[in-house]
C-alpha cells in the first residue's frame, strides 16, 4: 500500500509507489512538507528537489548537497527516481562529485568507495538507513537554508 501524506494547501493527497529500499515516512512527509510549499509543481510528472548548505565547501565542509528526483505516474502516485549525495572530492583541486547515489529507478546504487552495485545488494540495504536518518535529521534541523523545487 502506498505511503500517502496530505498536501494540505490542495484538494490532492500526495502519495508514493514502494521503493527498492525501506524509504521511512519521516523522509515521505518531509518530502510532502517540502512540495506543500511549491504546490505549483504538484502537477508536474517530474519533479527535482535540491537541497543546500551554502556555506558548504572543501575547506570547511559543512553538510553535503542532495537532489532528489520524483516522477508521478497516471494515478498521481510519487515514485522516488534517485537520490544524490554530491561531495567535494579530490586534491589539490576538489570538484563537487556524486558521493552516494540511490538511484531506484535503475535498481542501481552508487558509493565513492564501492563503485556501482545493485541497491539491493548487503552493503547498500545497511547504507541506505543510516544515510536517511542522518539526512531526515539534518532536515529537521534546518542545515539546508537553500531548498529549489523544479517541476517539469
Not at 552508487?110 to 548487503?122: A, D, H, L, V
Amino acid at each position: 500500500m502506498p505511503a500517502k501524506s496530505l498536501l494540505s494547501n490542495t484538494s490532492n493527497s500526495l502519495s508514493f509507489n514502494k521503493a527498492a529500499l525501506p524509504i521511512s515516512n519521516a523522509l515521505l512527509k518531509r518530502l510532502a512538507d517540502v512540495l506543500n510549499q511549491y504546490t505549483e509543481v504538484v502537477g508536474d510528472n517530474y519533479i527535482v528537489i535540491n537541497f543546500r548548505d551554502k556555506g558548504y565547501s572543501a575547506e570547511k565542509g559543512g553538510f553535503h548537497p542532495v537532489e532528489i528526483s520524483l516522477s508521478k505516474d497516471a494515478h498521481n502516485r510519487y515514485t522516488i527516481l534517485y537520490i544524490t549525495d554530491f561531495s567535494y572530492c579530490g586534491d589539490p583541486y576538489p570538484e563537487l562529485e556524486r558521493d552516494i547515489d540511490f538511484d531506484f529507478g535503475n535498481s542501481a546504487a552508487f558509493t565513492r568507495y564501492i563503485g556501482w552495485t545493485g541497491i539491493c545488494s548487503p552493503a547498500i540495504v545497511e547504507l541506505y538507513p543510516l544515510w536517511e536518518d542522518n539526512f531526515v535529521d539534518y532536515l529537521d534541523t534546518d542545515a539546508y537554508d537553500q531548498v529549489e523545487v523544479r517541476g517539469h
